[in-house]
Structures are given as structure tokens and as C-alpha cells.
């Protein structure tokens, strides 16, 4: 098969052809034809991301969708021909998926939406995971509960907007002008962050009550806005960027709630993998339902233009996730 390889920090793809992995028990092996593309596998390349690492030389990729080649021994959820997504690879030295196979963990993956094609669900994996685990395991989000995102143009903020939205929330969301007609149709009301203070939006859409969940995708200074927005105690604050050090203050005096959000616990620790291939199968039955959709780049990228595909991603171009058709 033909792997994008990364021989050292910030350093160019290389085409290379590798075996086909084996296939040990309780694994599949997946035929990979698209692999999205995640701010953080841009950073994991730069060397940057201390959460994630990846020893180098590695393949990158964490999301792919495919095809079922083969499965390994026990393994009773696949067969051959299947089409499956999922969150796989690209960290803690497991293989990532700009390569032509990947030997997956069956408990990572799930059978891929039917109304998607192979490239809008790669994009789907990491993000919807990501947005559920926030919202519904940890917030426990629910019919007309009023939910703020910070980033809702976001890859997690679009997919959690629309989860939000299928549960009957009322949702709300931090962005900028440009980005109004990408929330609006995804079914949340736009708040520009530009213009507006967090106490002038909580006063307004609110009455000053605060919402019943704030999801941050940003992190910093807006993990600390959401403490101030969240209502007096029964709200929840969520973050899946919550790696500086914040005052916990202003939640304490609202009697309120915080959860940290960390994907890729499952694939960096072998614990909890069943639970990611659950979500995907919920994610799945929602695509299908028509209460979810990726948002993908139009720019088309292949194999052999994986560094391209980076570059876009980290451009602030891309309209949507970056995908890289690999088959």
C-alpha cells in the first residue's frame, strides 16, 4: 500500500509503499478511501501538540471512512464489504490513516451513515465525538434546555450545534459576521462576538439568567467568558480546550458545573473505545434522520497531496473539514 509519512517535526509528507498490515484478533482491516483532516493532526506534525503526541517517522490521519477488507478473529460486528468510519489512529503510535489499509481496533469503528458519501463521513468522526461527549455524556442536554457554543462555525462547533438542535435545545452561538448564514442554517442563532460583551448577550437572549449549557471549542479567555454566561445552579460549562489555568471563581458564585472533554483518551489508553463506535452509531442514525451533516472543504486534495491538505487546513480558507481522498 502507499503511505503519506512524516519523518520529523514540521517536515514534508513522503510518499512511501508499505505492507498492508495484519490482521490480529479483534481488528479489521479497513481498504481507507478518504481521511479528514483536524487542526490538531496539523499540530501533531509541527510537534506541537504535548496532549497527542505521535513518535516520528509516523503516518498521520486520525479520521478515516472505508471499506471492510478483512476481520480478524472474533471480531462479529463487520464483514467484508461493510463501509465503516471512525476515530482511529494518528496518535500514541497507533498507524493514522493517509495510507491505503489501516488495521483497526473493531471497538473504534462504526458502519458508516448510508446517506453520506465516503468523504463527508471522514469528516465527521473526531468532531462528532467531541461535541457528544461534551453535550450529552457529560451535560446531559435535553428539550429546551438553551445551549451556547462558542465556535459554532467550528468543525465541533457545527457538529454540536446540530446535536444540540436534534435533542430540542435552543441554540445559541459565538461568531463572526462572515460566519451568520453558515450557523443560521445549521438551525442556531448567531451572536457576534465582536460587538457584543458576554453580559450584553446573556442579558438578551437569556434575561439575565444565563444558559443551561455553554460548550467552548475555543478555550483561554473564552473558557472564562463561559463562566460568567451559565445559569445560576443548574447550568454546565463544557470545554474541549480546557488545558490553561483558569479562575474558578465566577463559576462557584454561580453555583454552577464544569466537565473537560478529552477524545482521545480511548485511543491513548486502550479504555473506553466501545464508547466512541456507540456514539458513531448515534451520530449515524442522525445523519441519516436528516438532523446532522458534515460541513466539507470543496478543494480536493489526494495522497500525494497530503502536505497541501495541511496547508489548507491551517490557511483559515477552508470552508468546512478539509478531507484528503485517499483511494
Known sequence: MQAAIVFEANGPFKLVDRPVPDVAAGRVLVRIVASGVNPLDTKIRAGVAAHAKQPLPAILGMDLAGVVAKVGEGVTR????????????????????????????????????????????????????????????????????????HGGAGGVGSAAIQIARAYGADVFTTVTPEQFAVVKSLGATPIDYTSSTPADYVLAHTADEGFD????????????????????????VVSALGWGTHALAPLSFRGATYSGVFTLLPMLTGKGRTHHAEILTQVAQLVDAGQLRPLVDSQRFTLDQAGDAHARATSGQAVGKVVVDVA
Request: charged fraction near 20%; aromatic fraction near 8%; glycine fraction near 14%.
Open 78 to 149: 463487520f464483514k467484508v464489504g461493510d463501509e465503516v468510519y471512525g476515530l482511529v489512529g494518528g496518535v500514541g503510535g497507533l498507524q493514522g490513516t493517509l495510507a491505503g489499509y489501516a488495521s483497526v481496533d473493531e471497538e473504534l469503528l462504526a458502519h458508516k451513515p448510508q446517506r453520506l458519501s465516503m468523504r463527508e463521513a471522514a469528516a465527521l468522526p473526531l468532531v462528532t465525538i467531541t461535541a457528544w461527549e461534551g453535550l450529552i455524556d457529560r451535560a446531559r442536554t435535553r428539550a429546551g434546555d438553551k445551549v451556547l457554543v
Open 213 to 236: 449549557v455553554v460548550y467552548d471549542t475555543v478555550g483561554g479567555p473564552t473558557l472564562d467568558a463561559s463562566f460568567q454566561v451559565v445559569r445560576r445552579y443548574t447550568g454546565h
